[in-house]
């Protein structure tokens, strides 16, 4: 196969190999339904999905639905969470969240997305990261790596994330975008840091245009 030239034929190409590259690619927080994904998400702004893994149990134990977490004292919910990082803040959004999934929407995480960036802590990205992985929707999540990523490649020179999400949604099939923006954020964790690129290990390098291999 010769290289690809078009920013969607590289979008295909870098899909199809790093498919190969991480067959077993999943959404590492730990959940058991959209509403745990949600607030795992809202805790693992600037913190690592390891970190979150080891809060949530207990956040879970003690507050394990929507009802039980919207009258959660929020000093309790803070000390669960403190060790994530701006714990005061997520521990505000989580308990918002909860209350406006039971206000209004009958306790219940929506999958539209009108929906569900009316919701406290939930932004574009966390939206797309419930609806891809909790809810097998479309959705493609754009995060600093999808963004560092898709330049790199030459997908798109986009800088403002809903702008670039809506770039990488015409390349990408709808059923395959939430593992699209998956594969990106593995490798850019894995083998494309934003200071020190591998791109002499690198599966992309013979056709990525930045690649200083």
């Not at 899909?15 to 994904?37: G, S």
């Not at 919701?119 to 790596?145: F, Q, W, Y």
Request: aromatic share 4%; glycine share 8%.
């Amino acid at each position: 196969m010769g290289r690809p030239r078009s920013p969607k034929g590289r979008a295909t190409e870098t899909l199809r190999r790093l498919m190969v590259e991480y067959p077993d690619a999943r959404c590492e927080l730990d959940h058991r339904n959209p509403f745990e994904l949600l607030a795992a998400t809202i805790l693992s702004a600037q913190c690592t999905d390891v970190r979150v893994n080891m809060v949530t149990p207990a956040l879970f134990a003690r507050f394990p639905t929507p009802e039980d977490l919207a009258v959660a004292p929020i000093e309790e919910v803070e000390e669960l969470v403190r060790s994530t990082g701006f714990y005061r803040n997520k521990a505000r959004s989580l308990v918002g969240m909860a209350r406006a999934l039971v206000e209004r929407f009958d306790g219940e995480v929506p999958s539209a997305m009108e929906d569900l960036v009316t919701i406290p802590g939930c932004g574009r990205k966390t939206a797309n990261v419930v609806r891809s992985v909790a809810m097998d929707l479309p959705g493609l999540p754009v995060d600093t790596h999808v963004g560092r990523l898709s330049g790199r490649l030459g997908l798109s020179t986009e800088t403002d994330p809903v702008k670039l999400e809506h770039v990488l949604n015409d390349m990408i099939p709808p059923a395959q975008r939430g593992l699209f923006s998956l594969l990106l954020i593995l490798h850019g964790r894995r083998a494309c840091p934003a200071r020190t690129p591998r791109c002499g290990a690198c599966v992309l390098a013979d056709f990525c245009p930045s690649s200083r291999g």
